[in-house]
């Protein structure tokens, strides 16, 4: 996603700024995670960006694309 920004000096000049806004991606907090895969299921990458691994969730970070849904779906707060 990407913001523009319109800036203006002191003198009346107008500036444009343009930046991607970082996107808070999820993790796992192991202890709280059961290995139900609710997770891995409701992911849109299709087991790419989160998978069980010995039985919990990890998350792969350049696969993410921050939507969340993992978090969602989580009945036991272990994505966050």
Avoid: Q, W
């Amino acid at each position: 996603m990407k913001k523009i920004i319109l800036f203006t000096s002191m003198l009346g000049l107008v500036f444009l700024s343009v930046f991607a806004a970082a996107k808070y991606k999820p993790h796992v907090y192991p202890p709280d995670c059961v290995g139900c895969a609710d997770c891995v299921v409701e992911c849109p990458k299709r087991g790419k960006a989160i998978a069980l691994v010995r039985g919990k969730a990890v998350i792969n970070v350049e696969e993410c694309i921050g939507c969340m849904k993992c978090v969602s779906v989580c009945s036991y707060g272990a994505v966050r």
